[in-house]
């Protein structure tokens, strides 16, 4: 891995720094021997090739728009190759990819104005994602939707018989799986309704650098597909609010991120409507994930098992305020 320099034009060696790793991959801060800094991803998520040059050519696409942020755009080998298949110290096969530096902090949560401009941000990156052509070939393909959940983690063909695998019990076991039918069984009515493009799919705050008060960036488009617009917008609302859900004080942030991406871009009625349920299947769709990380040895069973009983929760909160939701909604 040392050695890894020689496959890019930037001289080297390089001097390594562990950055705080994503939940999906190691990423590490690289300084060249000019100084110029990069970042230095490893794809442990197993993505294929194909995703990853449809992520490329996404953030390649926005580099040309005229948007008020930067992203993240990978930087060619000697080859031209916008990643390098290699072997790690324990001779596995991995992925790397060297990415740009975009300059900015880390998102800050405690100013509630910021959660407005994170919605305002959406909004542009949407618009912005609305203006690319769809990238496709034989080496590019259009990445997995949400809704095929057979088929968002290669380890997880059958979520059924996978949370079997954790030992459950019988009472969480049940709750769980009628839980993930319900999912299912909205799909096809989501995908046929609603609109769809390009989007981020993990538009969080975490992958959000402000520079002052204006977000200076938006990275990590690991998962970016062409799928449900709506999918960002409960995402972000997902995870700003989640650990206040039940409290009250969910509403407040919720509301002004909704305001700010309204504000840029208005919302189909029918996407309010099915709030609800786009956040009922961001929720599967997560804990397949966490299933399929288990399965790779990446997680622990604690954690998938964690996983379970935190979606359950989410869902309680659901029934008992996803009108409500939806009442905010249709007032932005």
Known sequence: MEDLWLAWPDKGPWIYTRLPNGSNNAVRLVKSASGEEFVLKTY????????????HAVVLGLQELDLPFKVPVPIPTLTGETFLETIDEKGQPIKVCLWSKVQGEPFDKSNPQNWF????????????????????????????????????????????????????????????????????????????????QIIHSDFGAYNLLMVGNR??????????????????????????????????????????????????????????????????????????????RWFQGLEKPEVAFDRVAWTLRCEDWLEQNGDRLINLGLGW
Request: proline share 5%.
């Open 117 to 196: 401009i994170a919605g305002q941000t959406l909004a542009e990156l949407h618009q912005g994602l609305s203006r690319l052509e769809i990238p496709s070939s034989p080496d590019c393909s259009l990445p997995v939707q949400f809704g095929d959940l057979s088929q968002i983690h290669p380890l997880v063909p059958n979520i059924q018989a996978s949370l079997e695998q954790l030992a459950l019990g019988e009472e969480y076991l049940e709750r769980i799986t009628k839980f993930v039918a319900k999912v299912a069984e909205t799909v096809p009515d989501l995908y046929a309704r609603l609109p769809q």
């Open 215 to 292: 977000v200076s960036g938006v990275i990590d488009f690991e998962f970016t597909c062409y799928d449900i617009r709506g999918i960002d917008l409960v995402t972000l609302l997902l995870w700003s609010s989640v650990d206040l859900w039940g409290s009250g004080n969910e509403w407040g942030i919720v509301d002004i991120i909704g305001r700010g991406y309204s504000i840029k871009m208005g919302l189909d009625e029918r996407e309010i409507k099915k709030l609800p349920e786009l956040l009922r299947l961001l929720l599967a769709v997560g804990l397949i994930h966490r299933l399929g």
């Open 44 to 55: 442990q998520n197993q993505p294929n090739i194909s995703s990853i040059r449809f992520e």
